[in-house]
């Protein structure tokens, strides 16, 4: 079953990359690829494999496996973000996908009842989720 997780990625980081084109900041572009990512972990149940502790002989702490880093690390750097102008340095780029897996692995354990539209999970990760991510820009260019 891993197996053909891992045969999924591509095409999954492919649709993923379509989804967030042209979006160039940072919370915009994180925000719109987390709702896609629990949509499709949803409708694709091999790539919760490489994300999730929702599977057999998976462990929950697998969410911030070095596979599911990479895979994180791999999505993100497809986005449209000019990450370095935005002042995220590989260190922070890694702190930010585990963070981002992290709040990803809140709604797969529990989507939250009753569970939130697409436009409502937008609306609450851009309040909350996009104003973590903001505050590296910040703090970046106060230094």
Request: glycine letters at 8%.
């Amino acid at each position: 079953m891993k197996a053909a997780a891992i045969a999924s990625v591509d095409d999954f980081l492919d649709r993923l990359a379509r989804q967030v084109r042209g979006i160039e900041d940072p919370a915009e572009a994180m925000t719109e690829g987390v709702v896609y990512t629990l949509a499709e972990v949803r409708r694709t149940p091999h790539l919760g494999i490489l994300l999730t502790g929702t599977y057999p002989n998976v462990h929950p702490d697998g969410i911030t496996s070095p596979e599911a880093r990479a895979f994180g690390m791999t999505m993100i750097r497809r986005f449209d973000v000019d990450w370095e102008r935005h002042g995220y340095d590989d260190d922070a780029l890694g702190e930010l996908v585990e963070y981002v897996l992290r709040t990803m692995q809140s709604f797969f354990v529990s989507p939250g009842n009753p569970p939130r539209s697409d436009d409502e999970l937008r609306g609450y990760l851009r309040r909350w989720m996009g104003t973590a991510i903001m505050a590296q820009t910040r703090r970046s260019a106060s230094n």
